[in-house]
């Protein structure tokens, strides 16, 4: 028959191009979740590196104040500003703090432990995937003994 090239069919049109659109489909499948799991690995990490220097500045203003009750109020400014400075401020916020041997804290050989827990949320989760958006519990500690940080007067 002339006009017609072997192989093909009359009304038989082919995968050409079809290979195109379902690489794009498999990457766009791909890519999204990996992009996702990228920026919560990153949002995590600032998040433990906020939570570290939080319970460390938390520590060190404990240590420095001149009784317990003030050294408390003092080491929550301390965590709340490091979390700010870490572009976390509004994540909720935990202060522990515990001494060892003795009940106050600024009496000598006392070793102080801080405690700091929080928690960040998770970056690009829609509510539809959820009630709320998903969030990684972090925490810290940092232990200062007393007479490494005090006043000389």
Same mark, same amino acid.
């Given at each position: 028959?002339? =006009? @017609?090239?072997?192989?093909?069919?009359? #009304?038989?049109?082919?995968?050409?191009? !079809? $290979?195109? @659109?379902?690489?794009?489909w498999?990457?766009?499948?791909?890519l999204v979740?990996?992009?996702w799991i990228v920026l919560?690995?990153? /949002?995590v990490?600032?998040?433990?590196?906020a939570?570290?220097?939080?319970?460390?500045?938390?520590?060190?203003a404990?240590a420095?104040?001149?009784?317990?009750?003030?050294?408390?109020?003092?080491?929550e400014? $301390?965590?709340?500003?490091?979390l700010?400075?870490q572009g %976390? =401020?509004?994540a909720?916020?935990?202060? /522990? +703090?515990?001494?060892t041997?003795h009940?106050?804290?600024?009496? =000598?050989? !006392?070793v102080?432990?801080v405690?700091?827990? !929080?928690s960040?949320?998770l970056?690009?989760?829609?509510d539809a995937? #959820?009630a /709320?958006?998903g969030?990684?519990?972090?925490d810290? !500690?940092?232990? @200062?003994? %007393?007479? &490494?940080? &005090? /006043? +000389?007067?």
């Amino acid at each position: 028959m002339p =006009g @017609v090239r072997r192989g093909h069919r009359l #009304g038989d049109r082919g995968e050409e191009g !079809s $290979a195109l @659109v379902e690489l794009v489909w498999l990457g766009l499948l791909l890519l999204v979740p990996l992009l996702w799991i990228v920026l919560s690995v990153f /949002e995590v990490q600032r998040g433990a590196y906020a939570v570290s220097a939080a319970a460390r500045a938390a520590g060190r203003a404990y240590a420095l104040a001149p009784s317990d009750a003030e050294g408390r109020q003092r080491a929550e400014e $301390a965590a709340r500003q490091a979390l700010r400075d870490q572009g %976390i =401020g509004s994540a909720p916020l935990q202060v /522990e +703090v515990s001494c060892t041997p003795h009940a106050d804290c600024h009496s =000598g050989t !006392s070793v102080i432990t801080v405690r700091i827990s !929080s928690s960040v949320a998770l970056p690009v989760l829609p509510d539809a995937l #959820g009630a /709320e958006r998903g969030r990684f519990a972090l925490d810290a !500690s940092h232990t @200062v003994p %007393i007479g &490494q940080y &005090q /006043e +000389v007067r």
